[in-house]
């Protein structure tokens, strides 16, 4: 069984976001194990595509990065499994359904299955559409999570009604990116979630503040942020480790005295 439900086990979760390979697998591994050590309780890792649609410009440079500097999949792999030596904290990789079908979904959920992946985040997967990665996911363990973004509240339900691991909510149309305010009725949507599942909900999409965070932790089970670190390591490449301790720390501890 997947171990995502450990992230939200101790309260507000703090979920954060960093593109693999970026600037290099070895840093990579190392701020990994800093947002560890800061307080995350949950580690996105993306995997780098060409063609990152939800993406906005911070982390289309960063895939780009990544690629240049000869990052592939097997190498996320490979660094994963490092990873796993050191810590067992909830470990969830976002990337795009190509780079899953072109690897060959069996093949692709069977190793994050031997490395302790224990979640998938595939923006561009519809949810009509999920069935075939869904069901070979699930034998292997590993969790599908669902977007939701501002819409019906109809489609929220049938989503939700679905949904494994968390619930990742949107909170603003558009890409990916920094954003100095959020004006979705958030509130509404984790309403619309929980009258049809028992399951964890937290926002992403724009946070980036400790006042941003600590709103949001109220309303849902935890935040996710991905941009504002991506950019820490625009600004400081491989010397970001202190920077992206000290950053992760001041989220968490807002969310936690929130």
């Known amino acids: 069984m997947s171990k995502i439900k450990n992230a939200f086990k ?4 703090f979920i954060g976001y960093l593109t693999g390979g970026d600037p290099s697998i ?4 190392e701020f990994v194990l800093e947002m560890v050590k800061a307080g995350a309780d949950l580690i996105e890792i993306g995997i780098p595509f ?8 911070i982390n289309q440079n960063s895939n780009i990065r990544a690629l240049s500097a000869g990052t592939t999949t097997d190498k996320i792999f490979e660094m994963v499994h490092s990873i796993r030596k050191k810590t067992d904290v909830p470990l969830v990789l976002l990337t795009y359904l190509n780079p899953v079908f072109a ?3 069996e093949k692709f959920f069977s190793r994050c299955k031997e490395l302790g992946i224990d979640g998938i985040i595939v923006p561009d997967l519809p949810f009509e559409e999920k069935g075939e990665v869904a069901k070979i996911a699930k034998i292997c363990d590993v969790d599908v999570i669902s977007l939701i973004a501002p819409t019906s509240n109809e489609r929220i339900k049938m989503i939700a009604e679905d949904a494994q691991g968390f619930v990742y909510i949107v909170s603003s149309m558009g890409v990916t990116g920094i954003r100095d ?6 509130k509404s949507i984790v309403e619309t979630i929980r009258q049809v599942a028992d399951i964890p909900c937290a926002i992403g999409f724009g946070i980036n503040t400790p006042e941003q965070a600590a709103e949001l932790s109220k309303i849902a089970d935890g935040v996710i942020v991905g941009s504002a670190i991506v ?11 202190e920077h992206i301790f000290k950053y992760v720390a001041g989220m968490k501890k807002a969310i936690h005295n929130s």
Do not use: F, L, Q, R
């Not at 060409?50 to 410009?57: K, Y």
């Open 10 to 13: 101790n309260g507000k979760a």
């Open 26 to 29: 070895e840093k990579c591994e």
């Open 50 to 57: 060409s063609d990152p649609v939800a993406e906005g410009p």
């Open 103 to 105: 690897y060959g979904y």
């Open 181 to 186: 305010k959020i004006n979705t009725d958030i």
């Open 231 to 241: 950019k820490i390591i625009e600004e400081h490449g491989e010397n970001a480790a």
